[in-house]
């Protein structure tokens, strides 16, 4: 795989995480985050381990340690991310999420890697284009903020951690494993705090249809892509082409709620800047963006 490619596929994947919160608008309030979690991974999981059964005479120790570390980076991160965004508004929360790229550069320097001038430019350049296209306001953040960031933390660990292992894993078995564990993860969590809804889960075709969208185009097909992507790109030039998943998300407002019977939203003058300026600082920061080179690039 190409470079190029590679840069597709993550484009791709940026894609369907935009498009997923349109998705997620139909899930209901009293489902926990945990049974959430539990449901997506779990059918995302039983999805790949079918279709790539023949790959499991594979697993190593090794793969299996590696996806529940993985496992653990990914579900503590949406735990933090979940408590963070109940004393938050939602364009303060989607801000400083995507905000992470600031410490995926901290986190390589823990690893001996170095960012150049243009990296941390680019980076100023795309935190300037989320603020503006998701309006971000600053007052009252509280102990929310601190749940957030904690949540970018463990993300921007995340995905230096894996730009670490996988040019010595199998990506189709640690994705595999990922998706168990989160599955665990999420069961225990929702035994937990609501045991009682085991078995009170909605039955209309809406919310069904949205968990299935989310298990397989989010939780299957992104899960096993990124880790195949992310072996030929450098997880900075990965964590910054993830930050145009707010562009992806304000593109298809315009269109996807309407075609699913919700209500649109409308593109405003500094929404527009805000996208301009995020791709401006994605390609500002890789000059190499779209090098056909092959080859493996490690975290």
């Given at each position: 795989m190409?470079?190029?490619?590679?840069?597709?596929?993550l484009l791709s994947i940026t894609f369907?995480?935009?498009?997923?919160?349109?998705?997620?608008k139909n899930i209901p309030e009293d489902i926990s985050t945990f049974a959430f979690l539990a449901l997506t991974n779990g059918i995302g999981f039983l999805i790949i381990a079918a279709f790539f059964a023949h790959e499991l005479v594979k697993l190593t120790r090794k793969v299996v340690k590696d996806g529940l570390l993985l496992?653990?980076?990914?579900?503590?991160?949406?735990?933090?991310?979940?408590?963070?965004?109940?004393?938050l508004e939602a364009s303060t929360t989607s801000f400083f999420t995507a905000a992470y790229i600031v410490f995926v550069p901290l986190v390589m320097l823990c690893f001996g890697k170095r960012s150049s001038a243009n990296n941390w430019a680019g980076i100023v350049i795309v935190l300037v284009g989320l603020l503006l296209a998701t309006g971000a306001r600053f007052d009252g953040l509280g102990s929310g903020i601190l749940f957030v960031g904690a949540a970018d933390i463990l993300f921007a660990v995340y995905i230096v951690v894996l730009g670490q292992?996988?040019?010595?894993?199998?990506?189709?078995?640690?994705?595999?494993?990922?998706?168990?564990?989160g599955t665990l993860f999420g069961m225990a969590g929702w035994l937990v705090s609501q045991p009682e809804t085991l078995l009170l889960l909605p039955r209309d075709i809406q919310f069904w249809s949205s968990v299935l969208v989310i298990a397989v185009f989010v939780r299957g097909f992104t899960t096993v892509m990124q880790i195949y992507a992310q072996r030929y790109v450098s997880a900075l030039n990965a964590s910054l082409i993830f930050?145009?998943?707010?562009?992806?998300?304000?593109?298809?407002?315009?269109?996807?709620?309407?075609?699913l019977g919700g209500q649109t939203e409308t593109l405003t003058p500094h929404k527009i800047a805000g996208c301009a300026l995020i791709l401006l600082g994605v390609l500002l920061s890789d000059g190499a963006l779209l090098c056909r080179k092959k080859g493996g690039v490690s975290a």
């Open positions: 190409s470079k190029l490619e590679a840069n597709l596929v369907f995480w935009g498009i997923q919160y349109v998705f997620l496992a653990v980076l990914l579900f503590s991160m949406n735990t933090m991310l979940t408590i963070g965004s109940r004393t292992i996988i040019g010595t894993v199998n990506p189709i078995l640690i994705s595999i494993c990922q998706m168990f564990f930050s145009l998943e707010v562009v992806f998300t304000l593109l298809t407002s315009l269109f996807l709620p309407a075609m």
